[in-house]
């Protein structure tokens, strides 16, 4: 079965080079490079140039980078459809007897391998496994040889996408399962409700478990769904129907929506303490959390917990505050200052990734990146280039960048975990009803009184509309 090589060996060099491939510059007119770098091209010949013929395969950086890019232009259907296509046409496929089909079939299924292994969702349409199968049928009936390779191609795929149909449902399962936290303690007396210390009293262990979390969101993410976040019609497109009418970005989502989560659960149980001790006792203990989740280079975690204790809900209960002792907070809050475009955060993220390709260990692999930034990131490079040039070729230089990025994602959330798995933490991060913001700042007036007349303004209204109390 044909191997895809590595992530991180993918965009080592400063652009695509077309010295790193087998020279397909005079079979696919209408592509135009500068200092051996591939800039820009017409769609059809960018096209042409992703399908392998007898004397040439594409590097798997361009394979990537296209096939990534592609959906800004049409539907992955539409490009499956072309690249059929051509193999069919092109390369004679339809003679399984033909010399040219042993020589080529390799270097198809070799296509298809990179594209059912690093973009599987794309064939959660019936049409694009209709033509994967009808397409690896046509190889498969040279040799059997080819027909063990193709079906074990099309055996993995069929696990990730069952995998992700799992994934789907424990989602679903939690999402509608989810209520206020008020709503519980309403019905329950507070005196035997557990908080986040009785569960784990260790904030070193709460920062593992948090880890195993994000990295099996991300596991799930594909890298499509950065660019099917941001695709817009093409102009060029004018009788098809925008592709992000379409869109498919729930794994992306359901992410953001996790560290939204993470930052209510951390202020709801800053906030729900009677007593101000606890509250400050819980205040130190998710720093220490924090702190962890830095040493680990898990940066979303540790961002989620920053924003939870910064929620205005938390940050107004100053008599809890002078009871702490702030000083590492103080030294985090640094780290992920967000001034200068996050120059701190920046760096230290730089110092992870290093460390995570000189790593002898997995936990020192582990680097998970502040989503929303990244995200951020890619957004605005998509939005400060032009995905045509004015003679309507596609800027493939735009893409190259936009796949660098993307790819060094895709290497970040292939990391296993390596710490153990606890359930009974687990579970209670995931389902825990947390506070909704009304309910954290009536619990924050509860604690600590009303400083104003909008305060207390505030504080009567949502007496009355929580708890039925005037």
């Known amino acids: 079965m044909p191997q895809t090589p590595p992530f991180s060996a993918m965009f080592d060099s400063s652009g695509y080079n077309r010295n790193l491939y087998q020279s397909a510059e005079d079979s696919c007119g209408g592509l135009y490079y500068h200092d051996n770098n591939l800039l820009s091209g017409s769609l059809e010949a960018l096209i042409q140039h992703l399908v392998p013929n007898v004397d040439y395969y594409p590097d798997r950086t361009y394979i990537f980078t296209f096939l990534l890019s592609s959906r800004l232009f049409m539907h992955p259907y539409e490009l499956m459809a072309k690249v ?78 069952a995998a992700l149909s799992q994934y ?25 409700q557990r908080d986040i210390i009785t569960v784990c009293s260790d904030p070193y262990t709460l920062a593992q478990q948090l880890t195993h979390i994000e990295l099996e969101r991300l596991n799930y993410i594909g890298p499509e769904e950065f660019v099917q976040a941001f695709v817009q019609k093409d102009p060029l ?4 129907s925008c592709y992000s009418e379409r869109k498919k970005t729930r794994n992306l989502e359901a992410y953001v929506e996790w560290f939204n989560r993470l930052s209510y659960l951390v202020a709801t149980e800053i906030c729900m303490p009677v007593k101000k001790k606890h509250r400050a006792r819980m205040i130190e203990y998710f720093i220490d959390v924090a702190r962890e989740c830095f040493n680990i280079g898990n940066f979303n975690s540790l961002m989620a917990i920053i924003s ?26 640094h780290q992920m200052d967000p001034s200068s475009n996050f120059c701190n955060y920046r760096t230290a993220l730089r110092g992870a990734a290093q460390r995570s390709l000189t790593a002898h260990s997995s936990r020192e692999k582990i680097v998970i990146p502040f989503f929303s930034l990244l995200i951020k990131d890619i957004y605005f490079l998509n939005e400060g280039c032009a995905n045509r040039l004015p003679n309507g070729h596609v800027n493939f230089e735009k893409f190259w960048e936009l796949a660098k990025q993307v790819s060094e994602f895709m290497t970040w959330k292939q990391v296993e975990c390596p710490f153990e798995r606890d359930r009974k933490i687990l579970q209670y991060l995931l389902t825990v009803p947390v506070f909704s913001e009304d309910s954290l700042y009536l619990a924050s007036y509860e604690s600590e009184g009303p400083e104003n007349h909008i305060e207390k303004d505030r504080w009567k209204s949502l007496r009355s509309s929580l708890l039925g109390r005037v």
Request: with cysteine.
């Open 84 to 161: 059929c296509h051509l193999c069919v046409e092109h390369q004679r496929l339809n003679d399984p007897n033909s010399d040219k089909i042993r020589k080529i079939a390799p270097k198809i299924l070799q296509l298809l391998t990179e594209w059912t292994e690093t973009f599987p969702y794309d064939f959660r349409d019936e049409r694009m496994m209709r033509n994967l199968k009808d397409l690896a049928h046509r190889i498969a009936s040279g040799e059997e040889t080819y027909r063990k390779n193709v079906q074990q191609m099309i055996q993995c795929l069929i696990r990730k996408l």
């Open 168 to 192: 789907e449902e424990v989602l679903a399962k939690i999402s509608s399962t989810s209520t206020d936290r008020l709503t519980v303690i309403r019905t329950k007396p507070q005196s035997i």
């Open 237 to 240: 497109d004018n009788d098809k």
């Open 308 to 333: 939870g204790m910064n929620m205005s809900p938390v940050s107004r209960l100053k008599k809890t505050w002078a009871k702490v002792k702030t000083a590492k907070f103080d030294v985090l809050e």
